[in-house]
């Protein structure tokens, strides 16, 4: 059993920033490659970004040079450090897991699903 609970969501002006946290249960969370997605009203869920248990890094283009991923394998967190946001970064923002060495953009090959959370850039 892996779960996965995001927080540090909330309403910022554009051009602010934002710090996401996923707090991970389970003591294999080293070997699971880690994701970030985001879902706004009406759309599909979009990736975002992804590392692996390496730290290998891939960022959609629509937030390279703004987003940065990381995680802590001693606390069992990813982060998604968010800069210069922007109005359309507005969405619910889900981390996912996987339990591969591989990065995906895709959502249907991530194994399990935070709960969200919502970040709501003001123009």
């Known amino acids: 059993q892996v779960q996965l609970v995001e927080s540090g969501g909330g309403l910022v002006q554009a051009g602010g920033s934002l710090r996401l946290s996923c707090a991970a249960s389970?003591?294999?969370?080293?070997?699971?490659?880690m994701g970030w997605f985001r879902q706004a009203p009406g759309k599909e869920r979009e990736f975002v970004a992804t590392?692996?248990?390496?730290?290998?890094?891939y960022y959609a283009d629509s937030v390279k040079g703004r987003f940065t991923i990381s995680r802590d394998n001693v606390g069992n967190t990813v982060y998604l450090q968010m800069n210069s946001l922007k109005p359309e970064d507005t969405a619910v923002y889900y981390c996912?897991?996987?339990?591969?060495?591989?990065?995906?953009?895709?959502?249907?090959?991530?194994?399990?699903w935070g709960q969200g959370t919502q970040v709501t850039i003001s123009s």
């Open positions: 996912a897991a996987r339990s591969t060495t591989t990065v995906s953009t895709s959502p249907v090959m991530y194994d399990y």
């Open positions: 389970g003591r294999t969370f080293s070997n699971l490659a």
């Open positions: 590392i692996n248990w390496r730290r290998n890094t």
